[in-house]
């Protein structure tokens, strides 16, 4: 695994082919620095890059028995070995022990019914050169990233954009509609990317690229379906599934390290694991270092934590080189401290474990209505849980309107319509605020109510939990959780892993009744007392803190305020926003007047992603042209 890169073109020539993809496998080198495999015949060009490692042959591309069909693949399928024993039994002849050459002959034998078939993670391309087709899926939940172009006669492929920008077919351009739905969601939040025409290939979809034609066909989504059960029985089925989970992700045989926090999800894959390294990340005095709650678990269960502290200068130096390698702007602060953490994992491992997935699949999240700290509140909400749901809306309503008193939102949130309020895990800048700071230019977009909308319509039978849930599993994971956990450590050539978010998984989520999920005495509450019988009970009941990082006081010192004070004044920055608007939002939070800081975190990762690949890539391309007509 690590990183695929192509096109699907008939006019260059084939020497032509190599040069481009070349190119397009030195964009993404540090996804994997070691080797990279091509192959080009009249129609396409397929690159990969990989990494050496003693117990995994990886080499890439690969071509079945007759050399018509050929793979490039990034990812890892868990469950290869039973398909490789089926597929062996039906005639096919494997050439590697490798997973991904049991998808190219499991597409041989079954078409692209083999991604129904397959566990794992993935974004892959099979090349038919009979048919001259290309065949290409992406993994159930989207964990591997995947984009595509289709124009100019081509279509470019890759697991990161990068690797689209020195393609003679790309044309770079910041795509406009992205912009203001951005301020609100701190993530690229509409299926074109922040790049003009470039798109994600949507998790749980297969294509086939056929004579300049593009087809998509979505071959998985949730089935959310409550079963009857006890507590018990629901805590047992996720304890037994997350121990299989854990297992089956480490069956390869390498060495593996994990992230570890000081919340339930990492604690609880390290202590099921109990890796020969663990590894954890904080800030200085001014936060909360979960470096040190790390270390407490480790010594109970003596294993080694190799942990750093991440100083405030290294962090704002560092921040332009994140920007870059998330391909899109994102104010998830929280990309920081997983940059360096990959970092410091990478010295030691090439594989690690995190523990991704638990809270969209368990309902961890305060956002799904769990947002007062009184008991009598919680429990008072879930009693009018209990009204017919026309009651529950109209007393949602009243709430909603009414003067605040302790305990509003909590109840309002726990009887609402979840399309009324909830539109994912991140809100920075209300839309209407949004266009009080943006040029004329980039307010004609897909309105906020519009990007969850499409979500919602899949979802219009469900409870008003699994709503959220939908939603989260289709926006908020694909588009910010695991495409800043793949780019931060694909930034290191750093392999993870998320056993906490796995199919069979998901099938015992589905299943498990909403008050077993979320109720009056905890978010992720089954799960929770599955991981009690493995954790401390101060592990498994901790508040889901995410990785805390110091943007308050950073934007309180001089130096950092300054640095953020450039940005906003330089004269690309009024291309998109009123200057005058976002440097006096600026001052008056540098002043203590307001708190303002994930509105100017959020203007701030965008104009240093904007430099970055506008201002920065562009000089440099000048400079290179330049150099070339002087030799």
Known sequence: MYGIVGFVNKKYAIDEKKTHLDQ?????????????????????????RYLNRSDFDNHQPIANESGSKIIVFNGKIYNYQELREDLQAKGHVFATDVDHEVVLHGYEEYGADIVNQLRGMFAFVIWDKDKQELFGARDHFGVKPFYYYHKNETFLFGSEIKSFLDHPAFEKQVNPGALKPYMTFQYPAT???????????????????????????????????????????AVDKIDQTVQESISTHLADGAEIGS??????????????????????????????????????????????????????????????????????PSSNASCVPLYFLAKLAREHVKVVLSGEGAD??????????????????????????????NSRFRLASRLKSAHNFHGRLHLYQSLAPAEDFFIGQAKVFEESESEEYLKPKYQHCESVHDIVEKQYQNAPDLSELKKMQYLDMHQWMPKDVLLKADKMTMAHSLEARTPLLDLRLLEVAEKIPSKYLLNSKNTKYAFRKAAHRHLPEKWANRKKLGFPVPIKDWLHEERFYKQVREIFAADFAAEFFNQEKILDLLDRNYQEEIDARRHIW??????????????????????????????
């Open 259 to 328: 992230f570890l926090s000081s919340g339930v999800d990492s604690s609880l894959v390290t202590t099921i694991t109990k890796p020969k390294y663990t590894f954890s990340i904080g800030f200085g005095e001014h936060t909360y270092n979960e470096t040190f709650e790390a270390k407490k678990l480790t010594d109970i269960l003596h294993l080694d934590n190799y942990s750093r502290v991440i100083e405030s200068e290294e962090a704002f130096n560092a921040f332009p080189t994140i920007q870059y390698h998330l391909d899109e």
């Open 24 to 48: 397009m496998l030195e964009r993404i080198v540090h996804r994997a620095p070691d080797n990279a495999g091509k192959f080009v015949d009249e129609g396409v060009g397929l690159g990969f």
């Open 602 to 631: 959020t203007l701030y990762s965008f104009l240093v992603w904007y430099k970055v690949y506008f201002v920065d890539e562009t000089q440099k391309a000048s400079q290179k042209s330049f150099a070339a007509s002087k030799s």
């Open 360 to 389: 969209e699949l368990f309902a961890g999240y305060t956002e799904y209505g769990f947002s007062s700290n009184s008991k009598m509140v919680r429990v008072f909400a879930q009693g009018l849980k209990k009204l017919p749901k």
């Open 191 to 233: 299926d074109e990317t922040f790049f003009k025409d470039v798109y994600r290939v949507p998790e749980g979809h297969y294509f086939y690229v056929k004579d300049g034609q593009l087809s998509f066909t979505q071959y998985w989504d949730t089935s959310y379906a409550e079963e009857p059960m006890t507590e018990d029985e």
